[in-house]
């Protein structure tokens, strides 16, 4: 039988490849995505989609009852994929009471409304941020919560609202926890599109303090895949990393984004890390528990890092017409400003 999914954030980095990867793989189905179009929901994103009959846009965000609801109704839903947030953290360091509703509240009316009309699955997007840090080893999914960020600490907080909603009223729910993911579309404010990005414009790339901070990064493809596969065979009420077991300093990633321009060295200015010593050093995640459904990441970090620097080469009017808008402009400004002098 035919699903109809409601992708909530699809305007967004990640959203908008999954639906890109649901539709290729499940072509039965009907996507609805919900966006609020923050400054990281872009509508070209979305632009190619909009012709085909399985595909609905509705402008709006998860926190407003009247309108998920109304969607619920209207739309029939199956399946709910969570993946609008607030998801910057340096912008959470900035302001950290604007992510909550977005966060947590909007977390809990997603649940009430896929309770109330019967949704068969309820899968929210975390990320392995809400772990905090870990010097060795790897994260498993029954390790304690230990959020560093106010980012982090309002996902943590929209997962505790899952597993609260599941145990309380039988919510058909679960949860994902990824790991740093890259691919197309993402927003040019994430490390690797803003030095990716600056980089083809000969800029400077400001790298926080010694560069040292190891990310376990996972295509986003791959990513995709891990939700897919915890959606439809994961058990509900569980938890699952999404890791794709590719440990690398940001120094590393930079130095390859660089010899992927062929571009200098020199382009790297190291900056002061506006979390001094309390910037996560590591994180990185045990992934046997998705495994057992039959999933594995499969791009290796070059591969991918390659088809990731090609598409922002091919679709350089995607990113220029956000790095030139004046939003952008000013985030650079606040962020960068005091230590790229002219070079914005
Ligand atoms: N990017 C990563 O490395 C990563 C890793 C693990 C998990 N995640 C999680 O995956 C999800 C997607 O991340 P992303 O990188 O694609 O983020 P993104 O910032 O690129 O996209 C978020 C999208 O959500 C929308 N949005 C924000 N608040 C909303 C609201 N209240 N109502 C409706 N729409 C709203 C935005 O307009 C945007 O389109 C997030 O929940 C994030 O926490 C991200």
């Known amino acids: 039988m035919s699903r ?16 890109r990867y649901w539709m290729e793989n499940y072509p039965d189905d009907r996507i609805v ?34 309108v998920v609801e109304g969607i619920f109704r209207w739309e029939r839903i199956s399946h709910v994929l969570n993946f609008a947030a607030e998801s910057h953290n340096d912008r959470s360091l900035m302001d950290p009471t604007g992510l909550i509703s977005s966060n947590v509240t909007g977390v809990s009316i997603l649940l009430e409304c896929s309770r109330k009309y019967g949704a068969e699955r309820m899968l929210h997007v975390s990320t392995d941020e809400v772990y905090g840090e870990i010097e060795s080893g790897l994260f498993r999914e029954t390790d304690p919560l230990e959020p560093r960020t106010p980012y982090s600490a309002g996902k943590a907080s929209g997962e505790l609202q899952v597993r609260a909603h599941q145990i309380a009223y039988g919510t058909k729910s679960l949860v994902t926890r990824g790991s740093n993911t890259f691919g197309p579309f993402q927003f040019p404010e994430k490390i690797l599109p803003f030095f990716i ?23 986003v493809r791959d990513h995709c895949s891990g939700i897919a596969t915890a959606l439809l065979k994961g058990e509900i009420g569980q938890v699952y990393n999404v890791g794709g077991g590719n440990e690398r300093p940001n120094i590393e990633v930079t130095k390859m984004v660089l010899q992927a321009l062929s571009k200098p060295e020199t382009l790297i200015k190291r900056i002061p890390d506006p979390r001094g010593a309390s910037h996560d050093k590591r994180y990185a995640l045990n992934t046997e528990k998705i495994e057992k459904l039959g999933w594995k990441p499969s791009a290796t970090f070059e591969e991918a890092l390659g088809k990731t620097v090609q598409w922002y080469v091919d679709h350089r009017f995607w990113w220029e017409e956000i790095v030139n808008s004046t939003r952008y402009r000013q985030f650079v400004k606040a962020f960068y400003g005091p230590y790229l002098g002219e070079d914005l």
């Not at 109809?4 to 639906?19: E, P, R, Y």
């Not at 070209?44 to 085909?52: C, F, G, H």
């Not at 800029?203 to 990310?215: S, T």
């Open 4 to 19: 109809t999914l409601l992708v909530t954030g699809g305007a967004g980095f990640i959203g908008t490849n999954f639906v």
């Open 33 to 66: 995505v919900l966006d609020a179009l923050t400054y990281a929901g872009n509508p070209a994103n979305m632009e190619e989609l909009r012709n085909d009959s399985r595909f609905r846009f509705y402008p709006g965000r998860i926190e407003d009852f009247t």
């Open 197 to 219: 990005t600056r980089a083809m414009q000969d800029k400077m790339l400001p790298l926080y303090g010694d560069g040292n901070q190891v990310r376990d990064w996972i295509f």
